[in-house]
């Protein structure tokens, strides 16, 4: 069965840093392309990156520069290294998988950015 496990959020202070991972399990991992997603409070889930099987990554524009996007094929997981953290960046974060018509999620870590 495919499941996909989030971990890594947690608390941390404005300008600080955090390391998101996604371990998977059950799907053809390499075939995927994975992403990351957030969702604020009473806000719509957002794309936050993603990244193809063949490692072409993408960024939404409030993220650049300070979040990094990388899979590891053998370990079947996804990370989002998160760097000079805002405010604006707190909320539930996602991992999904997508291959053609099928597209997977995990349950969600928290993140939150407060002094």
């Known amino acids: 069965q495919a499941q996909l496990v989030e971990s890594g959020g947690g608390l941390v202070q404005p300008g600080g840093s955090l390391r998101l991972s996604c371990v998977t399990s059950?799907?053809?991992?390499?075939?995927?392309?994975m992403g990351w997603y957030r969702q604020a409070p009473g806000k719509e889930r957002e794309l936050v990156a993603t990244i193809s099987a063949s490692s072409n990554r993408d960024y939404a524009d409030s993220v650049k520069g300070r979040f990094t996007i990388f899979r590891d094929n053998a370990k079947k997981t996804v990370i989002l290294q998160m760097t000079s953290l805002k405010p604006e960046d707190t909320g539930v974060y996602y991992c999904s998988a997508r291959l053609e018509s099928r597209e997977l999620w995990g349950q969600g870590t928290q993140v939150t950015v407060s002094s």
């Open positions: 059950g799907i053809s991992f390499s075939f995927y392309r």
